[in-house]
């Protein structure tokens, strides 16, 4: 048993680092691997037809608790 995940013969990653930071693991069907995909790069194509799925809105106001966000900020205008 594999110690690492791209000990894996179907796990195609580059070197982990912070330039990988927010990135998910998939199955990519087309080359039978596993690889790596940014959440940025994913949500982009998922939205694509411009026709973001209901379920998923319902789900993020449902998971984002707005009384949670800090309303207080200070805001410097300088001197006029």
Not at 18 to 29: C, G, H, I, Q
Not at 41 to 46: C, P, V
Not at 59 to 71: K, P
Request: proline share 4%; hydrophobic share 35%.
């Amino acid at each position: 048993m594999p110690a690492q995940f791209r000990s894996f013969e179907n796990v195609n990653t580059p070197i982990l680092n912070n330039t990988r930071n927010k990135f998910l693991m998939r199955y990519n069907a087309s080359t039978n691997n596993f690889d790596l995909v940014s959440a940025d790069s994913l949500i982009d194509t998922s939205t694509d037809d411009s026709n973001v799925p209901d379920t998923f809105v319902t789900q993020l106001e449902t998971q984002i608790d707005t009384t949670n966000i800090d309303r207080q900020v200070d805001i410097d205008g300088g001197i006029f």
